[in-house]
C-alpha cells in the first residue's frame, strides 16, 4: 500500500485528505495527516469572530470527526528528507520519530509577515487563528467594561482605541468588523460615546485592498469614514512600543488593542525540506500540482498547494503569474491534487489546476460589504448579504455550516453576543481564591 503524507490539515490538506479518503479504493493508499492543531480553520470568518457574529468554535473543523478514514497525528513536522523519502514529526507529547512516504504533499499554509519595529512583537495581536481572533474581541469587549469606570482621561482614551496595521482584505474587514461591534455595544454603555472610541488602520501603500478596483477602494475608505473610523494611507508605523503608537507622519496616540495583519509569507517549515525555494520562499509547484525543481523539472512523489507553494495561474490572472495565495484557490488545489496522487497511483496522467478567479467578497460589518468581479461591483447591504451567501456555503462540512448559520440566525434575533470568557486562561484563580487549604 501507498503511503501519502500530508503536511498541514488547513485548508489544503484537510480538503486533500478528504477527497482522498472519498475517491481511493480500499488498500490503494495510506493516509497520514500531521498538524499540530487538532482542527481546521476557516480564516475568512475570523475577522467575524472578532466581531461576536460568530461563536468561535464554530469556523473550526475537527480534524479526527471529519477525517475519519486518515491517520491524524497532532504534531509538526520538522524536517522532510525526499532524496530518502523520510519526514521528521514532533509529536504534541512524546519524542519525535521519522516515517516514510511514497508520496508528500507540503500544506504547511503561510505565517503573518512581521517587520522589526519596535513594540509589535510584545504588543500587537496577529489575525491568523482563532486564538488570536478571540483575544482580539474578548480585549475589545473587556476595555468597553473597564472604560466605563473611569473618567475621561488619558487611559480612557487609550482604552477605548484601536489600532490595525495593514490595509489588505484581512486588515479591513477586521478592522470593519471591529468598527462594528464597537459601535453596536455604544448601547450597552451610556457612560461612552462614539467620540469617545478612536479606530486607526495604518497602510504604508497609497491604497486600500488591491483585490479590489480603486473605485471599490474608495467606496470602502469613504464607508469607514463615515462610521469614524480613519484610515491612514502611505503610512508606516514606526514604534508600539508599550501601546504608544507612532507613524511616520508624525501623528503619535497610545492604543490598548493593535492588531496586526500586514501581509502573510510562505511557512518557514518549507525551507526544513530538501525541495528547492522559489525568491519569495515558496515551494514551486507545477501546473498539476507537484513539486519541481529550479529548471521546471517534476519531483517524483512530491506535491505542494495551498499557500506556501507557488502554483503558475494558467488563467493568466495572478499576480507574477502564479495564483495568489487565498482560500478561494487552497480548496481548489487540494481537490485537483488528490484527484492527481490518485492518477499516478493508477499509472495515470496528472491533470493541470486551473481556476479562473471568481472575485472578492468582504464583510465590513454588518449590514455592509463589496463584491468585486472584474470591472463588476456591488457595494453595502446587497454585498454583505452575498458576504455571508458565499461563505456560508463555502464554510466545510455540513455541521459546520449550520451552525454558522445558526449563530447568524441568532444575531439577527437576539443581537451579537457580547459576552466575554476572557478569565478562562487563569482556570485555576477561582479555585485557588476559595479552596481550602490543608491546615498546617
Ligand atoms: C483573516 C483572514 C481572512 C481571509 N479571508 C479570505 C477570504 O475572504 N477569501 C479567501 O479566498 N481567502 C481568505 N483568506 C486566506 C485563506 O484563509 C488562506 O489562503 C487559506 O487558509 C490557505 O490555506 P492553506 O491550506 O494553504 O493554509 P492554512 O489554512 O493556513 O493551513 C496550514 C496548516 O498547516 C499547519 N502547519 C503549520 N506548520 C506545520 C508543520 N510544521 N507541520 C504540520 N502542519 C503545520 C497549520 O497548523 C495549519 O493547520 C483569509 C485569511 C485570513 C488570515
Redesign the pocket.
Known amino acids: 500500500m501507498s503511503k501519502i503524507l500530508i ?8 480538503y486533500t485528505a478528504f477527497t482522498l479518503q472519498k475517491q481511493l479504493r480500499r488498500g490503494e493508499a495510506e493516509v497520514t495527516l ?4 487538532p482542527y ?5 470568518f ?2 467575524e469572530v472578532a466581531s461576536g457574529s460568530i461563536e468561535p468554535r464554530h469556523v473550526i473543523v475537527p480534524l479526527r470527526r471529519h477525517l475519519k478514514k486518515t491517520n491524524v497525528v497532532q ?4 524536517a522532510v528528507n525526499h532524496a530518502k523519502k523520510t519526514a521528521t514529526i514532533e509529536p504534541s507529547a512524546g519524542k519525535s520519530y521519522t516515517v516514510k512516504y511514497d508520496h508528500i504533499v507540503l ?4 505565517v503573518s509577515r512581521t517587520f522589526p519595529i519596535p513594540g509589535v512583537a510584545d504588543e500587537a495581536i496577529g ?2 487563528s482563532i486564538e488570536e481572533a478571540v483575544a482580539v474581541r474578548d480585549r475589545l469587549i473587556d476595555n468597553f467594561a473597564k472604560a466605563a469606570n473611569l473618567p475621561k482621561c488619558k487611559e480612557r482614551d487609550r482604552l477605548l482605541t484601536v489600532t490595525v496595521v495593514g490595509g489588505g ?2 486588515g479591513i ?2 478592522f470593519a468588523e471591529l468598527r462594528s461591534l464597537a459601535s453596536s455595544m455604544l448601547t450597552q454603555y451610556p457612560e461612552l460615546s462614539i467620540e469617545d472610541t478612536s479606530f486607526h488602520l495604518v497602510e504604508a501603500m497609497g491604497r486600500i485592498m488591491p483585490e479590489v478596483s480603486l473605485k471599490t477602494s474608495y467606496w470602502v475608505l469613504k464607508n469607514l469614514a463615515s462610521r469614524e473610523a480613519t484610515v491612514h494611507l502611505d503610512t508606516q508605523l514606526l514604534s508600539a512600543t508599550g501601546g504608544k503608537i507612532e507613524l511616520s507622519t508624525g501623528i503619535k496616540f497610545e492604543s490598548d488593542l493593535i492588531v496586526w ?1 500586514a501581509g ?1 509569507m510562505a ?1 518557514p ?1 518549507v525551507r526544513a525540506t530538501d525541495f528547492p525555494i522559489e525568491e519569495r520562499g515558496r515551494i514551486r509547484s507545477s501546473a498539476t500540482l507537484q513539486i519541481t525543481t529550479d529548471d521546471g523539472k517534476v519531483v517524483s512523489g512530491a506535491w505542494a ?4 507553494s507557488a502554483v503558475p495561474d494558467l488563467t493568466g490572472g495572478g499576480v507574477g503569474g502564479m495564483c495568489v ?6 480548496v481548489r488545489q ?1 481537490k485537483r491534487l488528490a484527484a492527481n496522487i490518485i492518477a499516478v497511483l493508477r499509472g495515470e496522467t496528472p491533470v493541470n489546476y486551473i481556476h479562473k478567479n471568481l472575485g ?3 464583510g465590513l460589518g454588518v449590514g455592509y460589504g463589496v463584491f468585486q468581479s472584474g470591472g463588476f461591483a456591488v457595494k453595502g447591504f446587497v454585498a454583505w448579504v452575498m458576504h455571508r451567501g458565499y ?1 456560508g456555503l463555502a464554510m466545510p462540512m455540513w455541521e459546520r455550516k449550520l451552525r454558522v448559520i445558526g449563530d447568524w440566525i441568532g444575531q439577527l434575533f437576539l443581537g451579537r453576543d457580547t459576552a466575554t470568557i476572557s478569565l478562562r486562561e487563569e482556570p485555576q484563580a477561582y479555585f485557588q481564591a476559595f479552596a481550602s487549604r490543608p491546615a498546617k
Do not use: W
Not at 107 to 110: P, Y
Not at 325 to 330: E, F, L
Open positions: 503536511v498541514g490539515g488547513g485548508y489544503t490538506g484537510f500531521v498538524d499540530p492543531l481546521m480553520t476557516y480564516q475568512p475570523l475577522p504534531g509538526k513536522v520538522v500544506a504547511a499554509g503561510s489575525m491568523k482584505f484581512a474587514e477586521t495583519t502573510v511557512n517549515v498547494a495551498g499557500d506556501n495565495p487565498n482560500a478561494q484557490h487552497a487540494a472578492a467578497v468582504a461563505h
